[in-house]
C-alpha cells in the first residue's frame, strides 16, 4: 500500500509541478479512488491559460472528470453508493448535499450547500486530494458516482463526461425531436458528442461549424452523423444555414466554442423564430454586445447550460457500453501523470480531439505524444 500519492498540481496560470501528498484515512462515510484515466476538458485549458482564474484558487490539483477503482470505501459509504473495493467507477464533478428541497426535487446541481467541486478545490482543504490529475481521488460523503464496464479501454470509458456533456445540452436542455435541424457552433469533443446525441434523438439535418485547422474535426462530426461542415474562415455561418434550410433556419443552436463571442450573435441570428439555444461555451467574462430586441422579436428561448446531471451521465455509460459510434476516433492517446501539462497544451494547440491523464500509463502505456504525432502525420498525408 503506498503512503504517499503524486498529484500534478497547478501554482498558477501555465504553471504545472508534481508534488506528493500523504495516502489519506478513509472513514466509514468515504471512499478512495485509483485514478485510472481523467479526462482532459475544453474548461481545463482555458484555467490553465489563466482565462478562468478565481481569488484563492491556487494551489490545487485539477481534473474533474476522473475515471478509476475503488480502492478502499468504508462501510456506510459502501452501502450508500452501492459499491465494493474493486468497482470501476466514473465521479461526477459536483458534491451535493443530498438534503436540501433542490437536492430532493431532482436540481441537485442548483444545491445551494454543495461541498466544491471536484478539480477545483485548493489544496489548503484536507486532505488535498481534490483533482482527477492524481494517482488517487478522495471521495468525499457527498461524492455522485456511477459504475463502469471494467473491459473497456480507460480512455474510452472516461469520455463519459464529453458524451454526458452532449446528452445533456442537445438532448435534454436542447430538446432535440424528430426531424429538427440542429446547428452546433464548435467541434470540439463535446461538439461532436452533440452531434452523436442528435443523431441518436433523431434530428433530421446537423450542421457543426469549424476553423480551416479543424477539418480532421469536421471530418469525425460528418463520420458520427453530421450533414453539412461549415468552415467559418471562408464561409458566413448565417448564409450557409440560410442556404441548407432553405431560409427555415436551425430550430436548435448549440454554442460550445471557448472565448469567442460572434458565435453567439450567428447563434441568434441562425435560429428560427420560436426556436432554442443552448450557451455552454464560457467566454472568460467577455462581454457580448447582443441586441436584445432580436431574442423579443424572434422568441427565442435562450437556456444556459451549467455541466451534466446523472441523468445525461447514466446514458451516456450506456452510448459507451453499447459500442454504437465509434468514439474511440475521438482519442488522441494518453498522457502519464509527469505529462499532465503536456495533455492540456495538446488539447489547446488543437491538434488533439480528446487527451486524458491516466497516472499508471494507461492501456496504450502513455502514448499521448505519439498520438499527437500520428494525427500530424495523418494530416500531412491527407495534404
Known amino acids: 500500500m503506498m503512503d504517499s500519492v503524486r498529484g500534478a498540481v497547478q501554482t498558477g496560470p501555465l504553471a504545472y509541478e508534481i508534488r506528493s501528498f500523504d495516502r489519506p484515512r478513509i472513514g466509514p462515510d468515504e471512499g478512495l479512488l485509483r485514478v485510472e484515466a481523467c479526462g482532459v476538458c475544453g474548461s481545463d485549458v482555458e484555467q490553465y491559460r489563466g482565462h478562468l482564474v478565481r481569488p484563492g484558487m491556487f494551489p490545487l490539483i485539477p481534473g474533474h472528470e476522473p475515471l478509476g477503482v475503488i480502492e478502499e470505501v468504508g462501510s456506510r459509504a459502501a452501502e450508500r453508493w452501492g459499491v465494493s473495493v474493486g468497482d470501476?467507477?466514473?465521479?461526477?464533478?459536483?458534491?451535493?448535499?443530498?438534503?436540501?428541497?433542490?437536492?430532493?426535487?431532482?436540481?441537485?446541481?442548483?444545491?445551494?450547500?454543495?461541498?466544491?467541486?471536484?478539480?477545483?478545490?485548493?489544496?489548503?482543504?484536507?486532505?488535498a486530494l481534490w483533482g482527477g490529475f492524481a494517482e488517487y481521488l478522495y471521495l468525499h460523503p457527498w461524492a455522485i458516482l456511477h459504475k463502469v464496464r471494467r473491459d473497456l479501454p480507460p480512455e474510452l470509458a472516461v469520455m463519459f463526461n464529453p458524451l454526458g456533456a452532449g446528452v445533456r445540452w442537445a438532448a435534454m436542455l436542447g430538446e432535440v425531436g424528430l426531424g429538427d435541424t440542429v446547428l452546433i457552433l464548435g467541434p470540439g469533443q463535446r461538439g461532436l458528442t452533440s452531434?452523436?446525441?442528435?443523431?441518436?434523438?433523431?434530428?433530421?439535418?446537423?450542421?457543426?461549424?469549424?476553423?480551416?485547422?479543424?477539418?480532421?474535426?469536421?471530418?469525425?462530426?460528418?463520420?458520427?452523423?453530421?450533414?453539412?461542415?461549415?468552415?467559418?474562415?471562408?464561409?458566413?455561418?448565417?448564409?450557409?444555414?440560410?442556404?441548407?434550410?432553405?431560409?427555415?433556419?436551425?430550430?436548435?443552436?448549440?454554442?460550445?466554442?471557448?472565448?469567442?463571442?460572434?458565435?453567439?450573435?450567428?447563434?441568434?441570428?441562425?435560429?428560427?423564430?420560436?426556436?432554442?439555444?443552448?450557451?455552454?461555451?464560457?467566454?472568460?467574462?467577455?462581454?457580448?454586445?447582443?441586441?436584445?430586441?432580436?431574442?423579443?422579436?424572434?422568441?427565442?428561448?435562450?437556456?444556459?447550460?451549467?455541466?451534466?446531471?446523472?441523468?445525461?451521465?447514466?446514458?451516456a455509460i450506456r452510448i459507451i457500453e453499447s459500442g454504437k459510434f465509434p468514439l474511440e476516433k475521438m482519442s488522441s492517446g494518453t498522457f502519464e501523470l509527469a505529462d499532465t501539462e503536456a495533455a492540456i497544451q495538446a488539447l489547446a494547440d488543437g491538434d488533439a480531439i480528446h487527451t486524458c491523464v491516466c497516472p499508471d500509463g494507461g492501456s496504450d502505456g502513455g502514448s499521448g505524444m505519439a498520438g499527437i504525432a500520428a494525427i500530424n502525420e495523418e494530416a500531412a498525408n491527407a495534404g
Do not use: W
Request: proline share 4%; glycine share 10%; charged share 25%.
Open 195 to 315: 452531434v452523436i446525441a442528435a443523431r441518436a434523438r433523431g434530428a433530421g439535418t446537423i450542421i457543426v461549424t469549424g476553423l480551416s485547422r479543424d477539418e480532421r474535426k469536421l471530418a469525425l462530426a460528418r463520420e458520427f452523423g453530421a450533414d453539412h461542415t461549415i468552415n467559418v474562415d471562408s464561409e458566413d455561418v448565417v448564409d450557409r444555414v440560410t442556404e441548407i434550410t432553405d431560409g427555415a433556419m436551425a430550430d436548435l443552436v448549440l454554442e460550445l466554442t471557448p472565448i469567442a463571442t460572434q458565435p453567439i450573435l450567428d447563434a441568434v441570428e441562425a435560429v428560427r423564430h420560436s426556436g432554442r439555444i443552448v450557451l455552454a461555451g464560457l467566454k472568460g467574462g467577455r462581454g457580448v454586445e447582443l441586441v436584445t430586441d432580436r431574442l423579443i422579436n424572434k422568441g427565442i428561448t435562450v437556456r444556459g447550460a451549467f455541466g451534466v446531471n446523472a441523468e445525461a451521465y447514466i446514458e
Open 88 to 127: 470501476r467507477v466514473a465521479v461526477e464533478i459536483l458534491r451535493p448535499c443530498r438534503a436540501c428541497d433542490f437536492c430532493l426535487t431532482g436540481r441537485y446541481m442548483s444545491c445551494p450547500n454543495r461541498d466544491g467541486a471536484y478539480g477545483m478545490t485548493p489544496l489548503s482543504r484536507e486532505p
